[in-house]
């Protein structure tokens, strides 16, 4: 009886221990855990190399950009002086383009921070009498007279336009094309005469808005010392100013 009961149980241990045998056959080998953390550490230590390395190309195009409006800048300055450098002595025989480019560099320069403050705006479609007067007042009251741009985008027809009014090269200096300063004084009609109460400067952007300061202006078919007159009787914020110009043009006899 002993040896029938122990059979079984024997067999019980066998099955068991086969089992447990299979099933650890089943799991394979321990994960190790360590390891996986060090891959861990060494991908995140890849990726925050590969950010450093962006920030640091990013730093550098961005400094690159920096020197290259630096490099422009001076070089526009000395194209500047050298330009006005071989310029040519004025003449007032010959109409000179090239002088006349420069001397309305000149004036450009100061960024109208000391330019005058009695802007005429005008354009090369008005009638050639009219516009040579103008000119001729401003100039003599210490003004300037404002174009929008070159008629039709053409610099020769711009060249004959002011060659046809035959003023010597002093007088042309004082005439500039600057589109800046019809859109800062919201300018869309010429003749238009503007005094400003003090100087300011041009926002050189296409997307900025200058400030201008306060001033007065008139608009219509008027000659130069008409307008200053009527600016300075009308007590404005360039009352003032407007009769500085005013005297001056009275005391050249224009």
């Not at 040579?132 to 004959?160: C, H, W, Y």
């Not at 005439?175 to 004084?185: N, T």
């Not at 003090?198 to 300061?213: A, I, N």
């Given at each position: ?32 855990l360590a390891a996986i953390r ?12 590969l950010a450093a390395t962006a ?200």
């Amino acid at each position: 009886m002993k040896k029938l009961c122990t059979f079984p149980v024997l067999m019980i241990f066998i099955s068991l221990a086969a089992i447990c045998g299979a099933a650890a056959q089943t799991l394979g080998p321990e994960l190790d855990l360590a390891a996986i953390r060090a891959k861990a550490q060494s991908d995140a230590g890849e990726a925050e190399a590969l950010a450093a390395t962006a920030r640091a190309r990013a730093k550098a195009v961005m400094e690159e950009a920096d020197a290259s409006v630096r490099a422009a800048q001076t070089h526009g300055q000395n194209y500047a002086q050298a330009a006005i450098a071989a310029a040519k002595p004025p003449s007032n025989d010959i109409f000179d383009f090239d002088r006349m480019v420069v001397d309305a560099g000149t004036v450009a320069k100061s960024e109208f921070g000391e330019a005058p403050r009695f802007i005429a705006f005008a354009s090369l479609a008005m009638p050639p009498a009219a516009l040579k007067q103008m000119i001729r007042d401003v100039n003599a009251a210490g003004g300037v007279v404002a174009l929008r741009g070159f008629p039709q985008g053409s610099a020769k027809a711009f060249t004959e336009a002011l060659g046809n009014l035959a003023l010597d090269q002093d007088t042309l200096g004082q005439v500039g094309i600057d589109p800046r300063l019809f859109r800062a004084f919201n300018v869309t009609a010429v003749p238009t005469y503007v005094v400003a109460s003090s100087d300011f400067d041009l926002c050189d952007g296409f997307d900025c808005q200058t400030t201008v300061p306060p001033h007065d202006r008139i608009s219509g078919n008027v000659k130069p010392a008409f307008a200053l007159e009527t600016i300075a009787q009308g007590q404005g914020p360039a009352a003032r100013i407007a009769s500085q110009y005013l005297g001056r043009l009275e005391r050249t006899g224009q």
